[in-house]
């Protein structure tokens, strides 16, 4: 199953430096079969950039919990075996799985990143998460605003140039 893991740029960083990613069970966001219920118009390439797009999302707040890191959404594409996905969707998250165990870095088939241009919306975003968690509209409207960029793409052999 491809699944969407949510990073930082120094997350990232460890990776590449560890050759796993750990501590599990890791969340990440995948195309369920909750999420098909979801968005039942989407074929299966749109349910994967929905999934990847909530990953990108939960990188905003992982990039809330480290203030260091560089305003940049990191989202990296994992193939993992069927077996290894703990399945926790709920109606208010459809995307999302728990992996169980470490995920070796051969696994990451490819890499997400916002571009250094869109570093101050990011940032914004980032400032905006906790407002827009408690409901307020114009917080929204600048989480929101980080979609608009398209997160660049990196073969997984291409990640160590990303981090630099």
Do not use: C, N
């Amino acid at each position: 199953m491809r699944v969407y893991l949510p990073f930082t740029l120094p997350g990232l960083a460890e990776l590449l430096a560890s050759a796993e990613i750990g501590q599990p069970p890791r969340r990440g966001f995948a195309v369920t079969p909750a999420l098909r219920e979801w968005y039942v118009s989407g074929d299966l390439e749109e349910l994967e950039y929905a999934a990847m797009m909530l990953a990108a999302r939960a990188s905003l707040r992982l990039l809330l919990e480290d203030p260091d890191a560089p305003p940049r959404r990191v989202v990296l594409a994992v193939e993992i075996p069927d077996e290894r996905i703990i399945k926790i969707t709920a109606p208010d998250d459809p995307a999302a799985v728990e992996i169980d165990g470490a995920v070796p870095v051969h696994l990451v088939v490819s890499g997400h990143i916002d571009d250094p241009r869109a570093t101050e919306d990011i940032r914004a975003a980032v400032a905006a998460l906790t407002k827009a968690d408690e409901g307020d509209d114009d917080a929204r409207f600048t989480v929101d605003g980080a979609e608009g960029h398209e997160l660049m793409w990196y073969a997984s052999q291409e990640l160590a140039y990303a981090t630099g």
